[in-house]
């Protein structure tokens, strides 16, 4: 048998252990549950969504329906009036609390003596638990009984037709863009929910394989496979193996999900007309896709390192909690991202490895157009540290991961990254 | 001689303040056993891990094949560590491909080749079982079929008969017999003094990363040897009187026991008694088991240095 050559050979290896470690994942069950966790739930959402448009919540659009009764104790005048929708009448307490009690309604409102001074109006009805649908078609009620105190007080008062018109329709405001273009507030809740929405997709991925990387650094150095793996590959290729395989495996789950997010936007758009059209930027995508891969390796790095020194699993994923409040510190200081996108803060967190791909992410997702000098300084920074977290965490494999049940100090993972064996 | 399968020449390795290799050499054959004896923590187990590259030496030159050690060799070698194990929820066959696959075969040839083996061991009903269900003796089989899947022309086993019961253990000292018949070099570490008299070919005992032993099984019970000699048969002298190369007899049950004089040897003896017309049925010169010499190596036996 004949020797190979070294660099040949280690790619050959390499290949090996990443076609093996994204074959195991992608069949693991808990992989295939994650990664359709999101599309189904999205079905399922859209479902719901569908049912409860088409089920008898019709009737509740925000229209009052039925009749009011109103007991008027006060000496404000209530004129009672009748639409297609609703009517208003006016009756005394006794002859209302008869009508409530034989069924006839459901509720009646007190508007008592001493309404001009506190503005109270009681509302009273059979004590027959909670019911959402009463409760809406209350609240329409009572928007309607509050028009027309409104609107009898203003009148009282001589305030002109027009003039009560628009006290009572209140004042709209229409938002533009400097194009002209119309912004309804279903567009700027999209703005900030679908990339929140995004950097929590790439943000859970990133996590999950690097969970992944941990778990199988973990178990080979539980299950004592180790050892016999490392006569075969070298650390290096092995890890490369690892990451690579996994990084697939984890690029496999956003794909997916990113897929259903751009089958399912059009089709949630499509249900709820005010969202408008929601486009994705190529661009962005790739460079979220940018900061996911880089963010991964320098996650994965770490996860990989945290795996081969902790002595057993549960240590390791102890560790590994502690990176998550670093990847989740951007959402904890979200306001600021939304009040001021060039505040120290944002930058901070932004050039720090760590918090770089979760605040980039979001930078990406609420700012106008791309901060080009931000993206570039912060995927220098984000490049040299998984570069060097990876050459670090290679080292500290090689020198730890055969320490059964052991502990390094940290003496000993210094002079591990400083060594190169 | 052949070239040898692994040269180490003055090997130092050092963790922390401590050296646990020192200034190490031995080589080892095709075709031949090399018995790795020492207490624990003597530094077997890392020079077995520099051989395969898996740790560097700080100092020193190791040779596999005539060049460095490295994953150029990797299809060269097996490897059964101390601790070892299978992955827990893959399916046995698989792990033995991948390994294989890993040694640079063919996934189609390590499948192959892991099935033949395991029907060779009574194994092939477990293939397609996970190693969680499988006894602690089948684990140790379908380790040992990791090990020697890809023919290699170096293994390296460590205490590989640690745990395993005796029919098993015969099983395996024959695997290892046959890669030695197969003309594969063979470096096994072992504590059992036993197999390493009816396995190796020479013993290399080091303690605290120093070579305290190395030569042949017989070359180094003979340094040990209290220069006794324990002969049967009739006519035997029963005094030194008349034998130049004795110096005190002892009757021993149904032999006759001689103490070699110094500068003597029991082949001078031997032309001796046949002289006096001595009928000569067994003669055997009396050594210390590897047991024993093991235990006085260690404390410090001045006769190591024959033999070191």
Redesign the interface.
């Known amino acids: 048998m004949s020797g190979q050559n070294g660099g040949s050979g280690r790619a050959r290896l390499t290949g090996l252990v990443a076609r093996r470690e994204y074959l195991r994942t992608v069949r693991r069950r808990g992989y295939i549950f994650g990664t359709l966790l999101l599309p189904i739930g999205i079905a399922v959402l859209m479902g719901v969504s569908v049912f409860f448009s088409t089920s008898g919540f019709e009737g509740t659009d925000g229209e009052a329906s039925g009749t009011i009764v109103v007991v008027n104790e006060s000496d404000v005048t209530i004129n009672e009036f009748q639409t297609a929708l609703a009517s208003l009448e006016t009756t005394t307490e006794q002859d209302a609390a008869a009508r409530l009690q034989s069924g006839e309604i459901s509720e009646y409102y007190v508007v008592p003596a001493g309404f001009r001074e506190d503005g109270v109006v009681t509302r009273v009805e059979t004590g027959s638990g909670f019911d959402i649908s009463r409760l809406e078609g209350a609240e329409n009620n009572e928007a309607l009984l509050r028009y027309v105190v409104r609107d009898a007080l203003l009148r009282e008062a001589g305030v002109p037709d027009e003039a009560i018109a628009r006290v009572l329709q209140g004042v709209s405001v229409n938002v533009v863009t400097v194009e002209g273009e119309e912004v309804s507030g279903a567009d700027i809740a999209a703005g900030i929910a679908l990339p929140m929405v995004f950097v929590a997709i790439f943000m859970i991925s990133i996590f999950m394989t690097s969970g992944y990387l941990l778990q199988s650094v973990t178990e080979e150095k539980e299950n004592r496979v180790v050892e016999i793996v490392l006569s075969s590959i070298p650390a290096t290729p092995l890890m490369a193996g690892k990451v690579l395989g996994l990084g697939g495996a984890g690029l496999t789950q956003v794909g997916v999900w990113v897929l259903s997010a751009l089958v399912a936007i059009p089709l949630l758009s499509s249900q709820v007309p005010d969202l408008g059209p929601i486009e994705l930027d190529l661009t962005m995508l790739v460079l979220a896709l940018t900061y996911f891969i880089l963010g991964y390796l320098a996650y994965g790095a770490i996860f990989a390192a945290i795996g081969a020194i902790a002595p057993g699993n549960r240590e390791a994923q102890q560790y590994s909690g502690f990176l998550g409040f670093a990847a989740a510190m951007p959402f904890i200081v979200f306001s600021v991202f939304l009040s001021d996108l060039s505040s120290p803060v944002v930058l901070a967190l932004a050039l720090f490895p760590l918090t770089t791909p979760t605040a980039m992410l979001i930078v990406l997702g609420i700012s106008d157009g791309i901060p080009w000098t931000l993206v570039g300084a912060s995927l220098t920074t984000l490049s040299l540290f998984a570069v060097l977290a990876t050459f670090a965490s290679a080292r500290i494999f090689r020198a730890t991961v055969m320490l059964y049940g052991v502990r390094p100090s940290l003496q000993q993972l210094v002079a591990a990254v400083r060594s190169p064996r | 001689m052949s070239q040898p399968a692994v040269d180490v020449r003055g090997v130092w390795k050092r963790y922390?303040d401590t050296d646990v290799v020192s200034d190490l050499s031995f080589d080892v054959h095709p075709g031949e056993v090399l018995g790795f004896l020492g207490p624990n923590g003597s530094g077997k187990t890392t020079t077995m891990r520099m051989i395969?590259?898996?740790?560097?030496p700080a100092r020193g030159h190791i040779e596999v094949?005539g060049?460095a050690p490295?994953?150029?060799?990797?299809?060269?070698?097996g490897?059964?560590?101390e601790?070892?194990?299978?992955?827990?929820d893959?399916k046995i066959i698989d792990t033995l491909t991948?390994?294989g696959?890993?040694?640079?075969m063919s996934r189609k040839a390590a499948h192959d080749k892991a099935m033949a083996l395991m029907t060779e061991m009574e194994l092939a009903d477990a293939a397609e079982k996970k190693?969680a269900e499988l006894s602690r003796g089948m684990h140790q089989k379908a380790?040992l079929i990791?090990t020697i899947l890809?023919?290699p022309?170096l293994l390296i086993v460590d205490e590989p008969f640690q745990g395993l019961d005796p029919v098993n253990a015969d099983m395996l000292k024959g695997v290892v017999r046959g890669q030695k018949e197969r003309g594969a070099a063979v470096i096994m570490s072992t504590h059992d003094m036993g197999d390493a008299q009816t396995l190796c070919d020479r013993i290399l005992l080091i303690d605290k990363g120093h070579r305290l032993l190395y030569g042949t099984v017989d070359q180094v019970r003979a340094a040990f040897s209290d220069g006794a000699v324990e002969v049967s048969g009739a006519g035997l002298p029963e005094s030194a009187d008349g034998l130049d190369s004795v110096t005190d007899v002892h009757d021993v049950n149904d032999a006759v026991r001689y103490l070699i004089a110094d500068g003597r040897t029991p082949q001078e003896l031997f032309r001796e008694l046949a002289a006096s017309g001595a009928e000569v049925e067994h003669f055997a010169v009396q050594a210390p088991s590897l047991d024993e010499i093991f235990i006085r190596t260690v404390a410090g036996d001045p006769r190591a240095e024959a033999v070191r």
Do not use: K, M, S, T
Request: no cysteine; proline share 3%.
């Open positions: 922390g395969l590259d898996i740790v560097r094949f060049e490295g994953v150029e060799h990797q299809e060269r070698v490897y059964l560590p601790d070892r194990g299978l992955y827990r893959v991948y390994f696959a890993l040694r640079g190693a380790q990791a890809n023919d022309e």
